[in-house]
Structures are given as structure tokens and as C-alpha cells.
């Protein structure tokens, strides 16, 4: 069967450059997924993507004409049903027929064209066809139409369109954004589809400003690129384009030299890729007296404003130029430079007028502003929240440090919150924090406190560093303690799709700060504290937002490589320091790799289901009452090895601790072949169970082991 490669592009209006990189992957994706499906591209076809400001495109190689013809069986009816006792078709196999656009001459006929064979345990009649390949044109017609749906559309744009018919009129047409142009070619061949309004055709439009034709008419599918590049002066691929935005940005910047280097912003090259088709990368610069303002404010107007690129020096403090990405290549860049730079002097200026003005009023002063500021209706105010955020922090800190320890931390979250009624951060909201810092520094308060109040937001994201001192640690879990306990005392849980409050996000901050920072403290006691702040604004729901923490701990382990029985193991225990927990784990791998461990898990799961009818088992034995070997021998080895076990798991060996329970195997064994558990004797029952319970709690302080047990 003869192939060519195929080209697809829509030919539109500028796409909204956040969703650009989306939308393209996503038309492209759909489109040739349903070439293939149909049978006219194989799972050997290669897909090129193509989305500029103007354009979605694909280019899927290896696309056949028309499909090929498909065998295909149809089962009708059972036997029993199709025919009667002479074996000539009834009715209702003729009307099926009749249904399925079969024409028969007469009911001996019908049976001719059928098939019998065994569906089940009864025998079915089948007709075989042959169902006719899909041409391109239809084919394509579909996949179309299916890429054009399903696009992951941000805000779907109404327009009109006018009609190509006789009677003059226009029609309404919903797409991302009004589109003017659709080619389709198959090699050199048109395909004659249509699209919301449009025919294809094999012309496009190159470059507002600088096509050196238009349009630009495609030769041939392959030359769609080079030829929009050429005579278009558009580089049409999204990722080509994105790769040569970054070898200008680090040529410009080598050419300033002194270490100079662009800032690194995946998400801001990848929106400045969509907003140009020819990128051309200009160096521009701004007074030096703006270098005073706090090197935060100015990188953030620039990228969130004017979508530039601040240059840093090789100590990463930033200079006074910027990289522009302009669309155009004028012969003299200097018009270009200088409106970039006259446009961005306002922008610098404004960030300078903040800065001095709210420095004229101390962070101190500002907190009876807070007052003023809901943070939530049932929970009150920033105010009220920062009250909360102060006992909470005043609990911790006492937990791990001395009355210094207690102060900082007390000052640092009365403060935190403070930069919140700036007008810096008033207008860039991200500097929350960042500006709290500075703040705090010119009111001479010391570099730790200035730093807590800055840190106390981390982790920001996942990966993001952890706050640098312990007086930041202290009132960032202070913080993400307050919001967990309090939106789920009210109720306000996440769910599978929306979590405004970003609980998943302050839930796994809490488990990096115990972890990573190795802190002495107990889950439960931690939440426990946290409740008495909310007074009766909220229920007691720290059991629920334990259970949050072990679920997001969970999944970050399985995450590290770590296999859901082993978590399930330890975290089955609750355990309290969440700083040993991967400690717990490697024993359990440890003791997992043993071969005493299958017998003493599958032990361990017995025990539990005996223990668990039993109900509320004493663990004291009577050493008179054990009259069987094999119970005396078990008694004699959990006397002699648990005493060793708990010495090694107190001094946080738990893999030591494990292996010493290995030996308990083989009269473990004994104990489950040689002993009745459940004698009618009440004082024999009873004590055997509290072995069996001793034997429980020796063996399960690192993990629950049963969970072990296959």
C-alpha cells in the first residue's frame, strides 16, 4: 500500500501563550491517535508537532490513501433461534439480515450466506463481511473533528463567520481563538476536509512583519518547516524555537561578560516561546540607582510584567541589564531597545516607591493592620490567625529548646504575617515573605528572626529548601499546623481535583521539617497542641489530620522506592517520631531478606487474629501454668532475647533489634504445632494468651509484622 506524510496545520489568531505548548501537544496527540485507529497510520508513523502564536500543526509520517478492507464476523442469533426444524431461515433471521443491508432472494438462500459455529455452549449463526477501508478524506474528516474537541481549550472564544453558500449570511463558530486558515496535504495532495467554517487548501501566512512572501504556498507536506522558516520567517516547531530562544539568551549574555548569565525560568522561556515566531534576543539596561531596591522585586516586575529576562553576575546578584525577546529583527535594534527600556523604567520606579515607603513604618506597627485582614469567615482574621500561629510556635519551641529559643520564635510569628499589609506585596503577592525579611532588617531586628519570618513559608513546593535555622522551623510547622488543624476542624477538606488551602502541600512540609530536620517530636502531642489556639471556633479533628500526614507520608515513601508492604508495616504502628521512620524501613527490608522472616510473619498475622477474639488479653505469664515443652521453651527464649531486642530498639538500632527476634522461629513453631491455644482450662487459656500477647509486643515494636505475611 502506498504511503506519503501528512500535514495538518490551523492557521489562527494568537493562542493564549500559557496554554499554547497544551494545546499544540494535544492537537497534534489526538489527531494522529485517530489516523491510526482508523488504519490509515501505523504504530510505525512518526508525529512532529508544530504550535506557534499563529498555528497548530502535525506532520504524521507514513499515512496510507484510503485503509484497508477488514474482515469482519457478525454473530446474528443462536441456531435454535435463526432456523427451524427443516434448517431454512425463520423470520427473525431474514429480518437481521434484511437489517444488516443483506438482500436475499429466498430462506434456503439466506442460510447459504451464514456461518455456523459454537458461541458458548450453543451453537450461533455468524455472517462474514468485509468492511471497507476508510478513505483519507473521510478518515481525516474524523480525526479532525476528534483533535478539535478534545482540545484542552483554557476559554472558548464565539465568533462569526460568513457563510459560503448562495444566500449571503454568517454562522457562529466556537474555537480557542477565530481561525482563518486549514491545509491539509497528503504529500503534494490536497484533502479536501473541512473545519470549523474553513476548506483545506495548501496555503499558510509567514511572519506579520518580516514573510518574505504571502502566502506561503506548501509544496509538498515535508516542506512545511523549512519552507515557513524560509519564505515564512517563522520557526514553526515549539521546541526549536524554545531551543533557540535559550542559545541567544546564553550568546547575549556571554557577550556582556563578567560572569553575566540569564535567569533560569522554564515556565517564563516557555511563555516567551509562545509569544514570538522568530525570536531575536536584545541585551537592554536600566539605571543603577534601582540596584537598591531589594534584587526580589525587580526579577519578579520584569518576568511577571514585561516577560524579560534579568541578567545575574557570576556571584547570581543581579546587574543592571535585561534580555528582551523581541519578534522582530529590525537592521537597527536600537528603536527596539530603547522602547523596551523606556518601558520597563516605570515598572523599576513603582517597585522603589514601595520599598521606600513602606520601610517608613516598622513591621511592629503593622500588626494591629492584620486586624483588618479576613483570612477565613469561620476562622477570623489574619490577626486572630497570627495569635494562633504565636501559642502554637510558643508550644513547640519549649519542646525543643530554652526560653531564648521560646522568644525568637514568639517574635518571629507575630511578625511573619506583617509584609501581608505592605504595598509591595500588596502588589506582587508572590514576594510575601521575601519583603517581610527585608523588613525586618531595616528595622534592626536580628538576621534570625529576619530569616524565620522570611522561611517560615517553606517548603513552597516540592523540592523547595527548608527553612535555615530553628527558630524558622519552629514557626513554619507553627504555621502549616494552624492550617491543617483549622480547616479541618471546620470541615474544609480537600478533595480529589481542589485544594484551595493547599493542605497536600502544608502536610508534606510538616513531614519534611520532622524528617529531614531529625526533630524529637511526637506527631500526635504536636497536633494536640495545636487545638486549644482555635478555642471554640473548631472541632478537635487532629485524629483525622493524622491520618492525612500518614497517608501523604505513605505515598512520598512508595515514591522513594519503598514497597506499599513495607510501608503499610510500619506506618500500621502510627509511629510518632516520623524522623525514624525510614530507619523502621530499612529494618524491616533487612528482616524481610531473612529466611526465618515468612515463618514469623505468617506467625505474627495467627497471633494477631487469636489475640483479636481473645479481646482485652493480659500479656502477664505464669511460668508454673506452662506445662507444655514447647511453651516453656518459648517463654525461655522471649526471657532471654526480648530483654536484648528492646536494649538495641531503645538505642535506635531497629535492625539489630529484628534480627535477634529471628531466633524466636523455631519455638515459635513448636508453640503453634505442639500447644492448644484455647484449652478449656480457664487459667491455662488465659496464660497461654498472655504469651502469646508478650510475644506480640516483643516482636512488633518496629513494625507490624503480620502486615508482612503473604
Known amino acids: 500500500m502506498t504511503t506519503k506524510n501528512l500535514l495538518v496545520e490551523l492557521f489562527v489568531e494568537e493562542l493564549p501563550p500559557k496554554a499554547l505548548q497544551k494545546l499544540g501537544d494535544a492537537f497534534a496527540g489526538v489527531l494522529c491517535e485517530q489516523l491510526k485507529v482508523q488504519g490509515l497510520a501505523t504504530a510505525d508513523s512518526v ?261 524579560y529576562f534579568p541578567l545575574l553576575d557570576a556571584a547570581d546578584k543581579l546587574t543592571n541589564r535585561f534580555l528582551v525577546v523581541s519578534n522582530i529583527t529590525p537592521d537597527d535594534p536600537s528603536l527596539v531597545i530603547g522602547g523596551n527600556e523606556r518601558v520597563v523604567r516605570p515598572r523599576l520606579a513603582d517597585a522603589k516607591f514601595f520599598f521606600d515607603q513602606d520601610r517608613k513604618k516598622t513591621l511592629a506597627s503593622r500588626v494591629e493592620g492584620l486586624g483588618k485582614v479576613v483570612y477565613h469567615n469561620k476562622l477570623g482574621t489574619q490577626g486572630e490567625r497570627v495569635e494562633r500561629v504565636r501559642a502554637i510556635a510558643q508550644a513547640i519551641a519549649h519542646q525543643l529548646g530554652d526560653s531564648a529559643l521560646v522568644q525568637q520564635a514568639d517574635q518571629a510569628a507575630l511578625l511573619a504575617k506583617t509584609d501581608l499589609v505592605t504595598d509591595m506585596v500588596g502588589e506582587f503577592p508572590e514576594l510575601q515573605g521575601t519583603m517581610g525579611r527585608y523588613y525586618a532588617l531595616n528595622d534592626g531586628l536580628s538576621e534570625t528572626v529576619a530569616d524565620a519570618i522570611e522561611d517560615h513559608y517553606k517548603p513552597r513546593f516540592s523540592g523547595d529548601t527548608l527553612p535555615r535555622s530553628t527558630v524558622g522551623v519552629v514557626v513554619a510547622l507553627a504555621d502549616k499546623l494552624e492550617t491543617l488543624v483549622g480547616m479541618f476542624g471546620i470541615g474544609n477538606l480537600p478533595t480529589g481535583d481542589r485544594d484551595p488551602f493547599a493542605l497536600r502541600r502544608h502536610a508534606l512540609g510538616v513531614i519534611r521539617m520532622l524528617v529531614e530536620k531529625n526533630l524529637s517530636l511526637d506527631l500526635n502531642a504536636l497536633l494536640a497542641s495545636a487545638v486549644p489556639a482555635f478555642g471554640d471556633k473548631i472541632t478537635d479533628a487532629a485524629p483525622q489530620v493524622a491520618d492525612f500526614i500518614y497517608d501523604r507520608l505513605a505515598g512520598n515513601l512508595r515514591e522513594q522506592g519503598y514497597s506499599a508492604q513495607e510501608v503499610d508495616a510500619v506506618l500500621a504502628l502510627r509511629p510518632q517520631r516520623l524522623a525514624l521512620v525510614e530507619k523502621q524501613l530499612a529494618a524491616v527490608r533487612a528482616f524481610a531478606a531473612l529466611p526465618e522472616s515468612p515463618a514469623l510473619a505468617a506467625a505474627n498475622k495467627r497471633v494477631s487474629n487469636i489475640l483479636k477474639k481473645a479481646g482485652d488479653v493480659d500479656p502477664h505469664v505464669n511460668p508454673e501454668l506452662l506445662q507444655e515443652a514447647a511453651e516453656q521453651d518459648l517463654y525461655a527464649a522471649l526471657q532471654r532475647f526480648v530483654p536484648e531486642a528492646n536494649a538495641q530498639f531503645e538505642a535506635g538500632d531497629f535492625t539489630a533489634s529484628l534480627q535477634t527476634l529471628a531466633v524466636l522461629r523455631a519455638p515459635v513453631d513448636a508453640f503453634f504445632d505442639d500447644v492448644m491455644v484455647n484449652a478449656e482450662q480457664l487459667d491455662l487459656r488465659l496464660n497461654r494468651q498472655g504469651l502469646l500477647k508478650s510475644l506480640h509486643l516483643a516482636m512488633n515494636r518496629v513494625a507490624d509484622l503480620s502486615r508482612l505475611a503473604v
Open 47 to 307: 508525529l512532529t508537532p508544530f504550535a506557534s502564536p499563529r498555528r497548530l500543526a502535525a506532520q504524521v509520517t507514513a499515512v496510507a490513501g484510503k485503509a484497508a478492507d477488514k474482515a469482519v464476523r457478525q454473530k446474528l442469533m443462536p441456531v435454535s433461534v435463526g432456523l427451524d426444524a427443516a434448517g431454512t431461515a425463520t423470520p427473525a433471521l431474514l429480518k437481521k439480515l434484511q437489517a444488516l443491508g443483506v438482500q436475499v432472494s429466498d430462506p434456503a438462500a439466506a442460510v447459504a450466506l451464514l456461518q455456523r459455529a459454537q458461541d458458548g455452549k450453543a451453537e450461533a449463526l455468524f455472517y462474514d463481511s468485509v468492511l471497507p477501508g476508510a478513505t483519507l478524506q473521510e478518515g481525516l474528516q474524523k480525526a479532525l473533528h476528534e483533535a478539535i474537541a478534545k482540545l484542552p481549550i483554557p476559554k472558548v472564544m464565539t465568533y462569526q463567520l460568513e457563510t459560503d453558500c448562495e444566500l449571503p449570511g454568517w454562522s457562529s463558530v466556537q474555537f480557542v481563538r477565530p481561525a482563518h486558515g486549514l491545509v491539509a496535504l497528503h504529500g503534494s495532495d490536497v484533502v479536501p476536509v473541512k473545519a470549523l467554517g474553513l476548506t483545506a487548501g495548501n496555503r499558510t501566512q509567514g511572519h506579520r512583519f518580516e514573510a518574505a512572501v504571502s502566502p506561503v504556498v506548501l509544496r509538498i507536506a515535508d516542506s512545511y518547516a523549512q519552507q515557513l522558516r524560509d519564505e515564512g520567517a517563522v520557526i514553526a516547531s515549539f521546541a526549536e524555537r524554545r531551543a533557540e530562544i535559550a542559545r541567544q539568551l546564553a550568546a547575549a549574555a556571554a557577550k556582556v561578560g563578567n560572569g553575566a548569565h540569564a535567569i533560569e525560568d522554564d515556565a517564563l522561556l516557555d511563555e516567551v516561546t509562545a509569544l514570538v515566531e522568530r525570536p531575536n534576543v536584545l541585551v537592554c539596561s536600566f539605571e543603577q540607582e534601582f540596584l537598591g531596591v531589594p534584587q526580589e522585586c525587580l526579577i519578579l516586575t520584569m518576568k511577571a510584567n514585561q516577560k
